[in-house]
């Protein structure tokens, strides 16, 4: 099973309205990272928020973590039409050898209608 | 901007066949990564590389073998394709090695058929 998923699957709310995606986890993290993707394309990274931080902030974006209930949470505030894609959540951990191994959730597909 | 290119970017094979898809990186990263994106699943590991010949199993690693024999090349093959691999394939890189930094840098995705 996936080490993250994410919820909602999917979302559509108005330009202008903040969107808020949560990410549940299963196992102890390093750090825990935010990617977009664009349809047809590769994902690209929104931000990290490591294990001994609560909260970051880029922009926009605003995500906190919670390792006490392995949850995270990215919000969009004043989302744009061009915000509309799929949001992913990674989770990056070492293995038993002592590797980062980084695994991905399911998704959130985020509408903004303009 | 890390380099990553993937090869081929489309491939439409038969059941059966060996497919074996290229990850590139112009940069010495240590780390990469072989994903799979299938609706309703997001993306999910199937093998994972640190070093020149250095490898671990993902979570969907059954039908699939890697080799890393040089730093800026990694491959993954389908010793025999079924349908089920049907899939958009993507390769990362990991930007350090650090265990509290290192996003990940995407290539462009291989989409492969298996008729």
């Known amino acids: 099973s996936q080490q993250g998923e994410e919820d909602p699957q999917a979302l559509s709310i108005q330009e202008g309205e903040n969107a808020t995606m949560n990410c549940s986890y299963k196992t102890s993290i390093n750090n825990l990272q935010w990617y977009r993707q664009n349809s047809g394309r590769g994902l690209v990274h929104l931000i990290l928020i490591r294990s001994n931080e609560r909260e970051k902030h880029s922009g926009r974006l605003r995500v906190t973590l919670d390792t006490s209930k392995k949850s995270s949470s990215l919000l969009i505030t004043a989302s744009r039409a061009a915000d509309t894609a799929s949001y992913f959540c990674?989770?990056?951990?070492?293995?038993?050898?002592?590797?980062?191994?980084?695994?991905f959730g399911i998704g959130t597909k985020l509408q903004v209608i303009p | 901007d890390a380099g990553i290119t993937q090869s081929p970017r489309h491939k439409v094979t038969e059941t059966g066949t060996p497919v074996t898809l290229r990850c590139h990186q112009t940069?010495?990263?240590?780390?990469m990564y072989w994903y799979r994106q299938d609706p309703g699943h997001g993306l999910r590991l199937i093998h994972y590389s640190y070093g020149v010949k250095d490898t671990d199993k993902g979570e969907v690693s059954d039908g699939y073998s890697v080799s890393r024999s040089k730093t800026e090349d990694f491959l993954l093959t389908l010793e025999s394709a079924t349908s089920s691999q049907t899939s958009v394939y993507f390769c990362?890189?990991?930007?350090?090695?650090?265990?509290?930094?290192?996003?990940?840098?995407f290539g462009e995705g291989s989409r492969l058929t298996v008729l």
């Open positions: 990362a890189i990991r930007t350090s090695d650090r265990a509290v930094a290192g996003e990940l840098f």
């Open positions: 940069e010495n990263h240590r780390y």
């Open positions: 990674a989770t990056d951990a070492k293995n038993s050898g002592g590797y980062q191994k980084v695994t």
